[in-house]
């Protein structure tokens, strides 16, 4: 069992930056590839980005490529979403996510967070 809890949400205008945390707990951190989620209201959840287990690795969705930096630490079990020239169209709740096979849509991912709220004003 993996324990994910995001930190790090908030308001900023369009254009600031935001890091968001996700702290996890449990069975060995490193050997899970790590993923950020997003939710909007009336939308489905949507791949931010992945991380694969030795950091090596990353892929991030189309609307984030450029402006969003994921990175992890294998010794405080955390993994960090760097967000830059944040849009208002980044509103949503931010899920962060652990799979163990597979690749990186929302199904193969084993364990989730409970979500961190980002909300960017125009």
């Known amino acids: 069992q993996v324990q994910l809890v995001e930190s790090g949400g908030g308001l900023v205008q369009a254009g600031g930056s935001l890091r968001l945390s996700c702290a996890a707990s449990?069975?060995?951190?490193?050997?899970?590839?790590m993923g950020w989620f997003r939710q909007a209201p009336g939308k489905e959840r949507e791949f931010v980005a992945d991380?694969?287990?030795?950091?090596?690795?990353?892929w991030y969705g189309d609307s984030v490529k450029g402006r969003f930096t994921l990175s992890r630490d294998n010794v405080q079990n955390t993994v960090y979403l760097q967000m830059n020239s944040l849009k208002p169209e980044d509103t949503g709740i931010y899920y962060c996510?652990?799979?163990?096979?597979?690749?990186?849509?929302?199904?193969?991912?084993?364990?989730w967070g409970q979500g961190t709220q980002v909300t960017v004003s125009s």
């Open positions: 991380i694969t287990w030795s950091g090596g690795t990353t």
């Open positions: 996510a652990a799979r163990s096979r597979g690749t990186y849509s929302k199904s193969a991912y084993d364990y």
């Open positions: 449990g069975r060995t951190f490193s050997s899970y590839n």
